[in-house]
């Protein structure tokens, strides 16, 4: 009762007056139910014919918006809900029954952490809402309206029959004995009969703790996952692990070997997550998609005392390093993040024993690469030298890229002129031999930077003779003590060698008397292998009693010096030479 008193009978526009004002507070009232309603995922249409008054008129959604529908309601923090957690992982509550009224179901959820201090859930008789209340409409719209509270232009629902449905299913399907396990979660506000079931829960149970929403928890989340959200601030019980094999540097011996990721104690706040980075090296070979487990706890030597989280699947590289990055969103939940492709953890049944009883026994490092290169600096114009330093050049380049730090290549180099211009113009002083010591690649390829070629004055040999006498003395001063060590020559040119004492047809002798065979001997003598890359010969074969004999020395002699291998001009290039050259 409101307004002036007055005397006598209510005249027709009192009446009349009292009349729509009900209709009005009828109208707000479907439109508030409306509204939370068409807010909720998965909800249809709901006919305009439904709110009592018709539809929204202009400016009757603004409330919406404006935070008039929220009430209070728990915090999800709350005291009663961190002594219920750490109740569980103490071990003093076995499990927990989580509770949730939603606009499509009633969930039961039962959770719990097992022997590693893992959260595990399962179904624990959630029921749809004409399994409970059958008096609810079975149109999803018109049900979930009616739920927030609705009544329209429908046969009302009795809210007592209503109470009395969900006490009665509750009964029936929730044991007595989780009364002191239950948690309420109430993400929620404002849902009429929503609200009115959970105060029949209350009623009937004496509820452990309450969580309501937050930033990690909002209402449009199914409740498994809001209740996993709750469970991931659990601490870790054991260290989280990832299984690797490693490889002894000294002796090549492999073993298992697990790298803490996330140690046991970490505990993250709601919502929160952590990250590890570690950084793997493929093995001897590509691997397309290596398994990486992920396990929770150290294993043994034989592979007991952890439990598989997951695999992780990535591309490794062979021999190269490759960062991988984890991301830990609560006990037993890791997935891994890379640049090179990977995929969340699964949990198949992982046989640690076999894994690691099914690894290499030993790694053998392959042998470090000593090459030495000869290269002819004299030619019949500018364009054949310049080709052969090129390909030298490209040579060296690709073999940088060979071996990990310093395991690189060493690379020497003599470039050789021709003896008729011992005392040759093409250099400041009298130049026969240009030398580079066994060194970096990238100091071959600054020394190559300076060289120039020369015009041949004579067509028959060349020094290589000269040149082939110079290679040890240039070996690495190191390479005699290292055993692990491919030692080759590569003799770059188009002329053979000259004959150390009598011309031998057109033929000349070398002046300063080296005789390439013994100083072949000599190298192959000492373990390096001698390999050939020959320019080929152009033009027709001669038949001329002079130049017969000597187009058979150059044959014989580039065969001698091809014995362990030749690559051809033009056919094989300087990467697939590189490949060739380097150790598997």
Known sequence: ????????????????????????????????????????????????????????????????????????????????????????????????????????????????????????????????????????????EIRKFQLAGGIGTLQPISRTEFDAAVLRWLKAYIPPSCTGSMVLVTRRTGWVLLDRAAAALREM????????????????????????????????????????ARVDRRTGAVHADSRVLFPAGLRLARGETATATVTVHGGVADTPSAALPVLCGIPAAGGGGAEPLGLMWTHLRALRPTPLTFVLHGPGEVEMVTTEGGSPGERPAVDLAGLIRDLPRRILRPPRLELHLTVELSGADEAETAERLMFVRELITSLAGHGGAGQGPRIAVVGHYDHVIHENRYTRRPT??????????????????????????????????????????????????????????????????????????????????????????????????VMTRADPVTGPRTTDRAGLPAQEYAAGAWAALSADGFFRPGADAPADVARALTPP
């Open 432 to 529: 026969l031999l240009l030398r580079v010591p066994a060194g970096p690649a990238e100091a071959a390829l600054a020394a190559l930077s300076s060289w120039r070629p020369a015009r041949r004055e004579q067509d028959t040999a060349s020094s290589l003779e000269d040149a082939l006498k110079e290679v040890a003395p240039l070996r690495a001063a190191e390479s005699g003590r290292d055993s692990a060590v491919r030692r080759i020559v590569l003799v770059v040119g188009r002329r053979p060698p000259g004959v150390p004492t009598q011309q031998y047809g057109l033929v000349p002798t070398c002046p300063l008397g080296a005789d390439w065979r013994a100083e072949l001997d000599r190298l192959r003598g000492a373990g390096l292998r």
């Open 205 to 244: 149970f004496a509820v452990r703790a309450e969580i309501g929403p937050g930033a990690a928890l909002p209402a449009t989340t199914e409740t498994t996952a809001a209740v996993q959200e709750v469970l991931r601030t659990a601490p870790l019980r054991f260290d989280h692990t990832l299984l690797l």
């Open 1 to 140: 009762m409101h307004g002036d008193p007055v005397l006598g009978e209510l005249s027709d526009g009192d009446i009349q007056e009292a009349r729509e004002a009900a209709e009005a507070a009828g109208h707000a009232w479907d439109l508030r139910a409306a509204v939370l309603a068409s807010a909720d995922p998965g909800a249809g249409e709901l006919p305009s014919t439904v709110i009592r008054g018709g539809p929204a008129r202009p400016g009757e959604k603004a409330f919406r918006e404006s935070g008039e529908l929220l009430g209070s309601i728990a915090e999800l923090e709350s005291a009663e809900w961190q002594q219920t957690l750490e109740s569980l992982i103490a071990g003093h509550l076995g499990e927990l029954l989580f509770v949730e009224f939603t606009p499509d179901y009633v969930k039961v959820i039962k959770a719990c952490l097992d022997d590693r201090g893992i959260p595990r859930q399962a179904d624990a008789g959630s029921a749809e809402w004409h399994l409970v209340a059958p008096m609810l409409d079975h149109r999803t």
